[in-house]
């Protein structure tokens, strides 16, 4: 089993994706890749399906999934805010790759039965991962998470698109389908095993709360009080060095599960705090929990995150089968992505890696599926034994 990365930071895209094609077609050596992920940032967006074909064309891959994003790397080089394009690949021998997409301009945007999943993703008894491109816009993520958990074995990596901040601005491209909505993605099997790596960048403040009134997308309570004062209680009792990182941004946690005794970063899903209204006392939140639910305000740290990032690689190196290639999903809050992307080389060698900032990051956590924020997720690609 083998993978191979490579970018180019041309801003012509012509002339990038001759860049990334002639590199990897180098790499392989007359080699059929079984799979080819490709990751635009913004700037190639308009010429992205272009782009697209002239390096399938060349490289020849079984199948193909690409989607635009804020930023792209590859390795160390994280060309923040300037033109990127990445071109992963995996090869081997028995590789299977199956590439999918849906566009929900041609149909409903509904995919959430088991069997749908099975049957468009599925490469067989021996699954071994699945990964996800959504466009933010126009893909409710967590029934389609939820129906890919009961369908499918193995991990799922990816991410939501973070290559627009408009409807129908992100690029979505399968083998030679595109679109502007919905989804693309790529199931993998064969001699090829994954592994999941979640890092996260935020870290609990004050004490859990009840969720006891809600309004469409705003929180109106928490523990029977107004939201706002909630907030500005937790706030006014931390320390200077914390209350300096609430600049940053206060956010919500949402309990993955309210059945914990004790209650870890890891036990709550990063949502951003997206208004607040001093009148009614009520926070707006992307994707408003429910009356019941716990929750904790967090705050961005990048020491933490650092720390997370150190924690999540000590698990991974209690596997001894060496990896071969990481495909990585990081939000833009992150401490710092050259940062990560140091780290994760340092501990697990120099792999090639791709990855692209993402809006929201995918990953099975300790029994589904869900949406990380502030976090970094990783797909760890492993030989199959025997």
């Known amino acids: 089993m083998r993978a191979f990365s490579r970018i180019s930071e041309h801003p012509d895209s012509r002339t990038a994706a001759m860049e990334v094609a002639t590199a990897l077609e180098k790499d392989l050596q007359g080699a059929t890749p079984a799979a080819l992920i490709l990751l635009g940032s913004f700037h190639h967006a308009s010429a992205l399906t272009l782009v697209a074909g002239t390096i399938r064309d060349q ?11 804020q930023t792209v790397f590859s390795g160390l080089r994280a060309p923040e805010r300037r033109s990127g394009l990445v071109g992963f690949v995996l090869e081997g021998d028995g590789l299977q790759a199956r ?34 491109l959504a466009d933010p816009f126009s893909t409710d993520p967590r029934p389609v998470l939820q129906a890919i958990d009961q369908a499918l074995p193995g991990p799922v990596g990816g991410g939501l698109l973070s290559g627009s901040t408009r409807p129908g601005g992100n690029v979505l491209i399968a083998d030679d389908e595109h679109a502007s909505t919905g989804l693309v993605g ?33 929180v109106m309570s928490l523990g029977g009080r107004p939201a706002t004062d909630a ?11 914390d209350r300096d990182l609430v600049a940053n941004g206060l956010r919500l946690g949402v309990a993955v599960t309210e059945y914990r005794e004790h209650f870890g970063p890891h036990d709550y899903l990063v949502r951003e ?31 933490s995150a650092d720390s997370d990032l150190d924690l999540a690689l000590d698990a991974a190196s209690l596997d001894e089968a060496p990896p071969f290639g990481l495909l990585l999903a990081e939000s833009g809050v992150r401490a710092g992505t050259e940062s990560d992307l ?7 060698g120099d792999l090639p890696t ?11 956590g300790r029994d589904r599926s869900v949406v990380h924020g502030a976090s970094a997720s990783a797909l760890i690609f492993r030989a199959k034994e025997g």
């Open 59 to 69: 490289i020849q891959p079984g199948s193909m999934i690409s989607g635009t994003a």
């Open 99 to 132: 590439a999918f997409i849906r566009d929900w301009h041609r149909g409903p945007a509904e995919l959430t039965t088991p069997e749908e999943w099975s049957t468009m993703a599925s490469t067989g008894a021996d699954h071994a991962a699945t990964i996800l």
């Open 186 to 218: 790529l199931g993998l099997g064969g001699p090829i095993r994954c592994g999941t790596l979640v890092s996260q960048g935020c870290r609990p403040i004050g004490q859990r709360m009840i969720v006891t009134g809600v309004h469409e997308s705003a």
């Open 231 to 241: 907030a500005r209680e937790t706030i006014m009792g931390l320390n200077q060095s």
């Open 273 to 303: 705090i997206t208004g607040v209204d001093e009148q009614t006392g009520a926070l707006r939140v992307a994707e408003r929990p429910s009356v019941g639910q716990s929750v904790q305000f967090l705050i961005r740290d990048p020491a």
């Open 342 to 348: 140091e780290r994760l080389n340092a501990r697990l």
């Open 354 to 364: 791709a990855g692209m900032i993402c809006a929201g990051e995918f990953a099975r």
